[in-house]
């Protein structure tokens, strides 16, 4: 079963405007939740992370939104700039998880036009 | 910074080889990663070690094994090499005490079995 689901494959969205990217989680013993970012080749990166115990992280251009009753957390991105283009995956980690697993969502491919 | 470096970025290997791939992290970390990335599924973890000579399964390890033989080195075997084990490998580690379950990962390893 999927823990973490990211439902939109993609996204596109003008250069300037806002992006918003959003996942889903079923497990209510999450206690953080991470976003990556990931472009060809290359490894994924870390982008922000929130605890269960807040609503809002804020980093620059970037803030996670996280509503815990909806068991959903979004990402957005303002200004949104072509550099962005990426596949974002969001990612959640449980209490007491030995070795600090992360739960990876399906990832979703953002692609900002100049 | 953390550097964790994966042997190959790419491989291409014939059905029923027996095929390493190995990940070296420089970092003292306690816990490293093997996750696959495919289209459509995300990241899903393969095996994960917490320490030197501890493994654990994660959610599709059919068909892979693991060795950690030292806490800086963890590699992925695959046994007998199918088709659908074309994928992309990547390796991540993390120490036990890092921000919030934060990887650091590898920049990847793009097999094709033939």
């Known amino acids: 079963d999927q823990q973490v689901k990211q439902n939109s494959p993609s996204l596109s969205v003008q250069e300037g405007r806002i992006s918003i990217l959003n996942c889903d989680y079923t497990?209510?013993?999450?206690?953080?939740f991470l976003w990556y970012k990931k472009y060809p080749a290359e490894g994924p990166t870390f982008l922000i992370s929130?605890?269960?115990?807040?609503d809002k992280n804020e980093d620059g251009r970037f803030t996670v939104f996280l509503n815990k009753s909806a068991k959903h957390l979004s990402l957005h991105i303002v200004p949104s700039q072509p550099g962005d283009s990426a596949v974002y995956f969001c990612?959640?980690?449980?209490?007491?998880?030995?070795?600090?697993?992360?739960?990876f969502g399906q990832g979703t491919e953002l692609s900002v036009k100049p | 910074d953390v550097k964790v470096t994966q042997s190959s970025r790419y491989l291409v290997k014939r059905t029923g080889e027996k095929v390493f791939l190995e990940c070296v992290q420089d970092?003292?970390?306690?816990?490293m990663f093997w996750y696959r990335q495919d289209p459509g599924l995300g990241l899903r973890l393969i095996y994960f070690?917490?320490?030197?000579?501890?493994?654990e399964k994660g959610d599709i390890p059919e068909g892979y094994s693991v060795s950690r033989e030292k806490k800086e080195r963890f590699s992925l075997i695959l046994e007998s090499a199918s088709t659908n084990q074309t994928s992309m490998y990547l390796c991540?580690?993390?120490?036990?005490?890092?921000?919030?379950?934060?990887?650091?990962f590898g920049s990847g390893t793009r097999l094709t079995v033939v």
């Open positions: 070690s917490y320490d030197v000579k501890m493994k």
């Open positions: 929130i605890s269960s115990i807040k």
């Open positions: 970092m003292d970390h306690e816990n």
């Open positions: 497990n209510s013993m999450f206690d953080y």
């Open positions: 990612a959640a980690s449980g209490a007491g998880n030995q070795g600090g697993k992360l739960i």
């Open positions: 991540a580690s993390r120490g036990a005490r890092d921000r919030p379950y934060g990887y650091t």
